[in-house]
């Protein structure tokens, strides 16, 4: 049955993938190839970074309504980067060339990813639970502090700074898709080899002790693979908050078996066709100009919505 | 030696003393009970066992395996445990969560031994016609021997079970103890349990060990410590003991 | 005793800033002219004094409905402008003006109210199928959920073309407070001091189901007019001023740890300390970056995270 969903999924996906690179394309088939293929691309290594990072983090967690995309992770790069125009100037900031943000940016966000999660100080659900919170609040702060920067950088504009509040996954920039893709693959791969260990963690913490697991450990591990995960996705899009919650509750619903060694793989896919088909859709069968973020976040937050009133799941 | 050994073990908790240095061994072999009033610490030194806690003050060794964090894998082959409340999130089938009982031999990778051990489980808990089935289907009664045949899959030669009647009918009750009991007499295995019905321990137990206030107050066989002036002095209750056949008895 | 200290500190307060706030703005004004000079009157009577009064109702009226919702929800950590109720309002308002653009202000009122009560609902259903033993989830919860509503407004925006508009709802700011803009706010003081009324009962139901009928109570009446209160409290301050965050949060909870939960004393003093509460923030906002204004959303967005981070982990351990 599980492989037969996989197996479905992927070729669904392939589906996508074609149908992305060939609907409405006008021009030079080269040109065309080159470009949309950095795109997809870049799809992909989002959608499977965003959907491995939300298993991990759920098994951690022990729950299955959250994500690590909703910690505000973006909003301290936000928040640096109203700090830096404030003391060199926008234009100042935007000679900076791209890599150098980028790592900077992917940099920041680990390190605050880590401090955030340094915080875990013991086994127990409620704090985790008050480190989720703390996350999120952390967000509300930082994009505050960030509008209250920039009003007070330039007062007299209507701070339309939307500062990033949604992806972007129609600009996304290509140079550093290199970097994403390797540094996801990594990543990806280790999460992968973990799965058994992983597994063994979602009993919780007195089994998973007592089958010889050093839980602290493993969940220092999984939070490490998961902060660079999202700190990828994050740099290369934006923020994309309930894309992760979406697909791997999609993927419990269609797999009943639960191991990671067929979520991790079923998530990522589903992640590509959401993305995907969901771009192709959106774009050149709609024609919306609605950006892609919205439509997920909006439908996503209403299918988990539905799911946890029917299931009320955990 | 061939036993649970602590040492001079304390733990505190907030200013709270909640174990003052204590020095005793669970013998191998046969069911060992640890009993005693509430809040006398018998959760927090199963929990220091079961290396749930770490160690404040003393030194817990088991079969001179010592209890600490890099023994771990060594330890979860030695011995087994089952907390008070196992709830989780992922939903698994009987025979998917005995078959984690594995783990520590397999890391995850089932050899045909490890199959097979996992049908003796089911077998000697009369599990096999509900293998398949989820666990979140079942009944509490049948829910917790499951998890009770997971620890047994796990084929270690010590088992340690917090309050394991805690939730179950006098039947379900009975069940387990039998069973833990045979457990103990043909297969060798040391069951060491906390329990907070005295009489359940009187009955199914070899050995008593009796916490008041963090300390150790007495060890010894149920017939000798299950006495009225026992339970005046530790549990402050003036409870009448009768005997049935060669076993105490303490009417509620 | 602390209640009494405590009133009397913010009541004091409260007359001292409404004093500053009168006379902070960009216009200049001095306390000698205001009685002689017709113009500088004038302003007292159309923009500062308006002004005063939005931030000290609004204030009010939101922690007063922010401690009735931790009631109903039986959590600490929720109010109705970051769990869904305001997003459900600003829902309503953007409906109505797409589809019904002629409809009077009492249309508009109303429907938002209806969304916002919706939306309570919605969030109450979820609240109950979370397990007790996790209090935090409940907070956490309910900041996914008001994203998710505030996802829903922002695409029907996007596709209306009126993002603009949204920000002014979900953005909270007094600069467009005039007299004849504001009056609608007035309703939501008459709302938010009869909840007084029935106080105790809040209380109660802040116990528990279980002990509310012990106690002959009618629970679900009780929940249905706490719920119709904060909607209403909760649409017309968005109406007017737009979404102000984290108020409904900490005031209780700063009220809570000082004075305790006897709803029928320290209901008022909610009140009071939120009032206290906005009309400052709303002045820094004023004085900060002289002559131009940071709107109070901000500023409390600001504030009222680092509050709230603090009450998260200063306090009593909560219960395993």
């Known amino acids: 049955m599980r492989a037969r969903s996989t197996l479905i999924c992927a070729m669904l996906l392939a589906l996508s993938c074609v149908l992305f690179m060939t609907l409405g394309a006008k021009g030079n088939w080269d040109f065309v190839l080159w470009f949309r293929g950095r795109k997809l691309a870049a799809l992909l290594i989002v959608g499977a970074a965003v959907s491995t990072a939300t298993v991990l983090f759920q098994t951690i967690s022990r729950n299955h309504i959250l994500t690590p995309s909703i910690m505000g992770f973006d909003a301290l790069y936000t928040l640096i980067v109203a700090l830096v125009v404030f003391s060199i100037g926008a234009a100042g900031f935007n000679h900076l060339p791209s890599e150098f943000v980028f790592f900077a940016h992917i940099s920041l966000l680990i390190g605050a990813a880590l401090i955030l999660f340094g915080t875990l100080i013991g086994q127990h659900r409620t704090d985790l639970m008050r480190m989720v919170l703390t996350g999120i609040i952390f967000g509300v702060l930082f994009r505050s502090l960030s509008s209250f920067i920039y009003r007070m950088i330039d007062p007299s504009e209507f701070a339309t700074i939307q500062v990033n509040s949604y992806a972007r996954f129609n600009y996304i920039d290509l140079n550093l898709l290199w970097i994403s893709a390797g540094l996801t693959f990594v990543t990806l791969s280790l999460s992968w080899q973990m799965r058994r260990q992983l597994d063994v963690l979602g009993l919780g913490f007195e089994m998973a002790t007592n089958l010889g697991e050093p839980v602290a450990r493993r969940q220092k591990q999984a939070l490490i693979l998961v902060a660079i995960l999202v700190a990828v996705s994050t740099a290369l899009v934006g923020p994309v908050a309930f894309l992760g919650l979406l697909v791997v509750s999609i993927a419990r619903l269609i797999s009943p078996n639960e191991t990671h060694a067929v979520l991790i793989p079923l998530s990522a896919l589903i992640a590509g066709i959401v993305l995907v088909a969901g771009q192709t859709i959106l774009e050149r069968v709609l024609g919306l100009s609605t950006p892609l973020a919205v439509v997920i976040d909006f439908v996503g937050g209403f299918v988990f919505l539905t799911l946890l009133l029917r299931k009320g799941w955990i | ?224 410590l299950v006495t009225e002036a026992l339970l005046s002095e530790v549990y402050s209750t003036d409870a009448q003991v009768a005997m049935v056949g060669d076993t105490p008895f303490v009417v509620p | 005793m602390q209640r009494h200290s405590t009133a009397l500190f913010l009541a004091v307060g409260i007359l001292v800033l409404a004093a500053i706030s009168v006379f902070v703005g960009v216009i200049s004004l001095r306390p000698e002219t205001v009685f002689h000079d017709r113009d500088a009157l004038g302003l007292v009577l159309d923009s500062r004094l308006p002004r005063t009064f939005a931030t000290l109702i609004a204030g009010a009226a939101l922690a007063v409905c922010g401690m009735i919702m931790q009631m109903l929800v039986r959590n600490r950590f929720v109010e109705p402008m970051t769990a869904g109720t305001g997003q459900g309002a600003a829902l309503g308002i953007l409906v109505v003006t797409l589809f019904l653009p002629g409809a009077s202000i009492f249309v508009k009122m109303s429907l938002a109210t209806a969304t916002a009560l919706v939306s309570s609902l919605g969030f109450l259903l979820i609240v109950r199928r979370l397990p007790p033993s996790q209090p935090l989830l409940v907070p956490l919860v309910a900041i996914l959920y008001g994203g998710i509503i505030g996802a829903g407004v922002t695409f029907v925006a996007y596709q209306a073309d009126m993002l603009q508009f949204i920000d002014t709802w979900l953005n909270g700011d007094f600069s467009g407070v005039m007299r004849g803009r504001y009056e609608l706010l007035w309703i939501a003081a008459v709302v938010a001091a009869l909840t007084y009324l029935i106080a105790d009962q809040f209380a109660i139901v802040g116990l528990g189901r279980e002990a509310s009928v012990n106690l002959g109570l009618n629970y679900d009446q009780v929940m249905i007019l706490g719920l119709l209160a904060v909607s209403v409290v909760s649409a017309l301050t968005v109406i007017t001023v737009g979404a102000i965050p984290f108020v409904g949060l900490i005031v209780p909870n700063i009220i809570s740890r000082r004075c305790g939960d006897n709803l029928r004393a320290t209901l008022p003093l909610t009140a009071l300390c939120g009032a206290m509460l906005v009309l400052s923030s709303d002045i820094v906002g004023r004085i900060v970056r002289y002559p131009f204004e940071i709107p109070v959303g901000t500023i409390l967005g600001v504030l009222g995270a680092g509050v709230f981070l603090w009450l998260l982990y200063s306090g009593p351990k909560h219960a395993r």
């Not at chain 2, 072999?29 to 006398?40: D, F, K, M, Q, S």
């Not at chain 2, 009770?148 to 796990?154: D, E």
């Open chain 2, 1 to 224: 030696m061939d036993l649970i050994s602590i040492e001079n073990l304390s733990y505190e908790v907030a200013g709270a003393r909640i174990l003052s240095d204590i020095s005793v061994t669970l013998p191998k072999g046969g069911v060992t009970a640890l009993i005693g009033p509430n809040g006398a610490g018998k959760s927090s030194l199963f929990s220091h066992v079961a290396r749930l806690l770490p160690l404040q003050t003393g030194r817990i060794s088991v079969d001179d395996l010592a209890v600490k964090p890099s023994n771990r894998r060594a330890l979860s082959r030695k011995l087994a445990i089952l907390p008070q409340q196992v709830h989780f999130a992922t939903r698994l089938t009987v025979r998917e969560l005995i078959q984690f009982g594995r783990y520590p031999h397999c890391q995850g990778s089932l050899k045909a031994d490890d199959y097979a051990m996992v049908d003796v489980a089911l077998a000697a808990f009369e599990l096999t016609p509900l293998a398949d089935r989820f666990l979140d289907t079942l009944s509490g009664g049948q829910r917790h021997k499951a998890h009770v045949a997971m620890i047994y899959a796990q084929d270690t030669d010590y088992l340690l079970l917090d309050e394991p009647l805690n939730n179950l009918d006098i039947a379900a009750s009975r069940t387990l103890m039998a069973l833990l009991r045979r457990l103990a007499d043909d297969e060798g295995k040391t069951v060491v349990i906390v329990l907070h019905d005295i009489n359940f321990a009187a009955q199914y137990a070899d050995h008593l060990v009796v916490l008041k206030s963090g300390r150790i107050e007495r060890e010894g066989k149920p017939s000798d």
